[in-house]
């Protein structure tokens, strides 16, 4: 984050979440139990530390958000809460004009909390990874997704020690050895950002580790590790029998069933044959650390359904619990006379990237097409031959009755060629679209259409601002949700 001092010398950030705000607020105003529960929301500006910022307005360091953080006095109410604000969300993206954006179980992070949801619009550009199953309806982020195998039975093998020159990959190790990755141990090597001491996670060789998995388990930031000599480790060969003391393993519970695998010997240039967790190690902990695979089992329904989608993640919600109030002593009195720290929720939708993912799904080759619930304007007016005097009296005209009408127009009068008009028309993609020109007035009407090109008609210059209107009602109507 960007960290800087204020003329008093109290060091400042720039905010990047406003959990704490919103604590600080209520703290102040809210203090018996008969105040609860209660809901404050903002649109405000956020910061990120981004590396690489992309995407136009997808992946930015400063953007707008909607927040809106509620406050209960008991669990219940607050899961009653979320669920109200899980059915307005869809609603929302549905009045939006983006009824593809998908509710999926999410990982809360430094967010903090035990149950969260993202709204991710799935597009093949998303920057996030989205498991689903079509059989039955999961959606998970890949962060939180489960990972299930299934290891087909084998029988249990004498623990042998084999010679594997200079194979260290599990692609060279079973090509050498003639099996399958999936009867393989993987071994794959972190260190914690804070002392980089070093943690290994084995798990099936043809699996990758879900490394936000790993940072909740282990409880800290991990970077790929650098493998030095003083570790006492031999790269390529690890294995989890005959480690050092003093390392973190970790085991995936891919490696949990499997009777006879492949697995470093700890020793350069060999591996083990026949190793049975069980057997050659004992009793261990197993966690689940690997990343969900296309054609994987699905944790819902247990069928091998699961596929792997890309989404934009345009809003999440977040039952946070207790972590704020209490870090921040916001205490009620509770009926019964005694102090409680309030339970709360979070509810977010970006603004911007909201935009930008409707305009990456609701454009054509000449620019964007907007919905019309969230357009910038409803209708534009386009007067062709502006000197015209007919045109101009009848365009102005237009203009003003929809004015007063109460529609949302713009008014396109430059002295220009239709070409150029009809370009700036589209790359502002305005819904509906009214044409004044010596042409449609020759035969006494209007060209009104649709920006998408899927209707088109004639209007009477004299009575027209009725059907305008009824356009406008039925397109809202058919991005309008049933309750």
């Known amino acids: 984050m960007a960290r800087f001092k204020d003329r008093s010398g109290n060091g400042v950030v720039l905010g990047m979440t406003h959990e704490e705000a919103a604590v600080h607020l209520a703290r102040e105003t809210a203090d018996s139990y008969q105040q609860f529960p209660f809901m404050i929301y903002q649109i405000q500006t956020k910061f990120r530390d981004e590396p690489r910022s992309r995407g136009g307005l997808i992946r930015t360091r400063e953007f707008t958000m909607k927040d809106a953080y509620s406050f209960h006095t008991s669990q219940e ?40 949801h993202e709204f991710m619009l799935l597009t093949d550009i998303g920057e996030d990874t989205i498991v689903i ?87 800290a930031e991990v970077h790929a590790a650098n493998v030095t000599p003083d570790m006492g480790i031999c790269a390529g060969f690890i294995g989890p029998k005959g480690l050092p003391e003093g390392i973190t393993v970790v085991y995936d519970e891919s490696l949990k069933t499997m009777n006879s695998f492949v697995a470093g010997a700890n020793k350069v240039d060999y591996h083990y044959k026949g190793m049975n967790m069980a057997r050659d190690l004992g009793e261990v902990e197993y966690a689940s650390l690997a990343k969900a695979t296309e054609g994987g089992i699905c944790p819902v329904c247990g069928k091998h359904s699961i596929t792997i989608s890309r989404g934009i993640e345009v809003g999440n919600i977040f039952q946070l619990g207790t972590k704020y109030t209490e870090s921040m002593n916001m205490q009620y009195l509770d009926s019964d006379n005694t102090l409680k720290y309030p339970i709360m929720g979070c509810y977010g939708i970006g603004v911007g990237r909201l935009i930008a993912s409707v305009c990456q799904v609701r454009h054509d080759d000449n620019g964007p097409i907007w919905p019309i619930t969230i357009a910038p304007w409803q209708v534009e007016v386009c007067a ?62 209007l060209e009104f259409a649709s920006r998408d090109k899927s209707f088109k008609a004639d209007l009477n210059p004299d009575n027209f601002v009725d059907e305008v209107k009824a356009k406008i009602n039925e397109m809202i109507a058919a991005l309008t949700p049933e309750d």
Do not use: W
């Not at 998970?140 to 195998?149: G, H, L, Q, R, T």
């Not at 050895?177 to 009867?183: E, K, M, Q, R, S």
């Not at 237009?398 to 529609?407: I, P, R, T």
């Not at 700036?424 to 020109?437: E, F, K």
């Open 384 to 445: 062709l031959k502006v000197g015209d005097e007919n045109v101009r009296r009848v365009a102005d005209k237009v203009y003003d009755d929809l004015k007063k009408a109460g529609v949302e127009v713009i008014y396109d009068d430059r002295n220009i060629s239709a070409g150029v008009m009809f370009s700036d028309a589209d790359l502002l993609g305005v819904p509906l679209r009214i044409v004044v020109s010596p042409r449609s007035l020759e035969r006494g009407a």
């Open 133 to 219: 199953c079509p059989e039955c309806g999961y959606r998970s982020n890949s962060e939180a997704a489960d990972c299930i195998v299934h290891n087909e039975p084998c029988a249990i093998e004498p623990l042998e020690e084999v010679h594997t020159p200079g194979q260290k990959t599990i692609e060279e190790v079973c090509n050498f050895l003639h099996t399958d990755p999936i009867n393989s141990c993987k071994a794959v090597l972190y260190q914690r950002n804070m002392d980089d001491s070093l943690v290994i996670v084995f798990l099936r060789g043809d699996l990758e580790v879900n490394e936000t998995k790993l940072r909740n388990l282990i409880g």
């Open 77 to 116: 109410d607050l899961e009653r809460y979320y669920a109200l604000a899980y059915r307005s969300y869809e609603r929302i993206f549905t009045r939006c004009g983006v009824p593809e954006v998908v509710a999926v179980k999410s990982d809360s992070g430094m967010m903090g909390g035990r149950i969260s």
